[in-house]
């Protein structure tokens, strides 16, 4: 089954670098979303963007999809200390009735 | 706060006990889910409901029991768990809007 896949797995920086996430995937979608979770949390909904769209900003949030190449990036501009969380992309794919299929998550530590 | 509320957050059962997960959500939405999250593995869909019917069973063991008695309120009944079940369970949420709206999670840990 169509999975997305993260990476890096890891990433640490500095409060105020920016942070770059990116996910990738198998098959046709519909739409494309960002997820944030807090540690032993339930995720949050950020951003989502639709298989017609190539960039879509929200706040310090920027993403971008290349249906071609089946990838997706997760930009955080001026990183915070509370930025630091997992973060997961999720795919909608083509006839799955709406089901999303999660990536594994990128763990990001954004340091004082 | 999503909107979304699941009780217990936390639960240790031995293998032989019976316990159950509660979820509920007054958003509005059709769509209700149970997700397992496991630690360093995606998240694991294991049901899916729509309109109270099940539409998705994600060849999850008999050992997990779902049940939607109405549109706002999902349960997971627990028997005979193993220990490889301790995980966070999630529940979430959806209306029209493709969006999922999650519950905190229960961790659980079996024993």
């Known amino acids: 089954s169509q999975q997305g896949e993260e990476d890096p797995q890891a990433l640490s920086i500095q409060e105020g670098e920016n942070a770059t996430m990116n996910c990738s995937y198998k098959t046709s979608i519909n739409n494309l979303q960002w997820y944030r979770q807090n540690s032993g949390r339930g995720l949050v909904h950020l951003i989502l963007i639709r298989s017609n769209e190539r960039e879509k900003h929200s706040g310090r949030l920027r993403v971008t999809l290349d249906t071609s190449k089946k990838s997706s990036s997760l930009l955080i501009t001026a990183s915070r200390a509370a930025d630091t969380a997992s973060y997961f992309c999720?795919?909608?794919?083509?006839?799955?009735?709406?089901?999303?299929?999660f990536g594994q998550g990128t763990e990001l530590s954004v340091k004082p | 706060e999503t909107g979304v509320t699941q009780t217990p957050r936390h639960l240790v059962m031995g293998m032989t006990n019976k316990k159950s997960l509660k979820c509920e959500q007054h958003?509005?939405?059709?769509?209700m889910y149970w997700y397992k999250q496991s630690a360093k593995k995606p998240l694991e869909l294991m049901f899916v409901?729509?309109?109270?019917?099940?539409?998705e069973n994600n060849s999850v063991p008999s050992r997990f029991s779902p049940e939607c008695p109405n549109s706002s309120h999902l349960f997971l009944h627990l028997h005979t768990l193993q220990p490889e079940d301790s995980a966070l369970y999630l529940c979430a949420s959806n209306g029209a809007e493709e969006t999922q709206y999650f519950g905190p999670g229960t961790r659980l840990l079996v024993l």
């Open positions: 409901y729509n309109f109270k019917e099940q539409t």
């Open positions: 999720a795919t909608d794919a083509f006839n799955q009735g709406g089901k999303l299929i």
């Open positions: 958003l509005g939405h059709n769509a």
